[in-house]
């Protein structure tokens, strides 16, 4: 590998981290489906309260051997099946055997993109939608007020199939406060607890207070949990379930442990890499004419690089600052997140570097707006009703008017 000044180096990169949804961590432990990639956890033990002990470097590769040793790998139709059993994919040779004290179950990091985030719109709220019904949901999603900066369900959520990252934490923020009334209060008491796991677990500083709030709010949920069975909330394509064979409600268990070992667990999600498929995929696709697109797409990338290198070689050059060591010396200081700003900032005190974004529109500046005489009060007013097809008489049984309106209403 070149260094700044182009001289070559042998590097020995140690394997530290690994950020992979829960089917990538199954091909590269080389574990069957249906099993913890990262513990003895089996299908029938991923609702369990506690966590299992971690399927270790050593664990998988004495598997591996012994299904070398009764079976033959080159019968691959019986070496399968000696495999599974022993809760193997056939894999014969890992990529981390060799290298160093890889292990698996220490550097496969906790992913809040597919573990939390995915989770929490592929179970808790179907469980929410199947007690309470995805109508009641969606109208109490709709009639709440819009803000700034948030999403607006405006049709609700039970027909949705796919959302982003960011609709994902909006709705986070909200399924706590508009079931209650709709489920029992231990149902209730699940949903919440489990929302407050996945909050806490994104903070970018965990303190040991901090871990003892994880352990707590897991423990509570797996206190309530029957109660979403008992409700019906768990269903599978055939009916209701009576377990939670939840692969990532398994994987929750091993967030603290995680963290003790790699630091905060949020830094390893896969959202930048999530949004690279955006960035560096279907925008550069996008530009091309649909032929031949991979050539087409490296040179977009290559352009918009060069790009941006000239724009910072002209910002530094125009202040006359040497340009000699200068990526060396910025790369030393290990809390620069973007280098680009430091460098302006320090040639430009009075520059900020800002990444372009997708600009905040504010709610209060349209023809729906009104606002009165002393412009201390702002309405919002809806210009599509939320019951279009509601009478003035079913109306009035949504809401309870004073005494002097009712005469108005009804």
Known sequence: MSD???????IHMPLVAWIADYPEQLLITCTASKHSPISHAIAAQFGDPLPHPPQTHSDTLNAIERACTISDPCDIASFYKMCQTLHLNGVVEPYWKDWG???????????????????????????SINIMGGAELNRRLS???????VRH???GVSTLKQLTGHEHRDLEKLLPGVIFGAVSNEVACALCTITEFIFQA???????????????????????KDSILASGGHCGKNGPLDHFQIPK???????????????????WSSDITERCHITHVKRPYCMSNRKDFHGQCCRFLDRQEKLQFFQLYTVLKSQQVSLIYEISREANTMALHYPKATWISTIMPGEQYVIAGKPTT???????TRFSSDDTVAILLTC?????????EEASQLSTFPTSVQRWVI
């Open 384 to 392: 599509r009703p939320h019951f279009p097809r509601l009478s003035i």
């Open 101 to 127: 004290n890889a292990c698996p179950s220490i550097f496969l990091m906790p992913d809040g993109l597919h573990q939390w985030h995915k989770f929490f719109f592929d179970h808790p709220i179907n469980w």
């Open 249 to 267: 409600l398994e994987l929750m268990q091993h967030v603290i442990r995680s963290t003790q070992a790699m630091g905060a667990p949020y830094q």
């Open 362 to 368: 504010s709610l209060f500046t349209n023809n729906r």
């Open 202 to 224: 994104q903070n970018l500083f965990l303190y040991n207070e901090t871990l003892h709030s994880l352990s707590k709010a897991l423990h509570e949920f797996h206190y309530y």
């Open 153 to 155: 369900w405006a049709n």
């Open 143 to 149: 009639v709440l007020q819009p803000h700034v900066g």
């Open 4 to 10: 700044p000044r182009g001289d070559l180096h042998m």
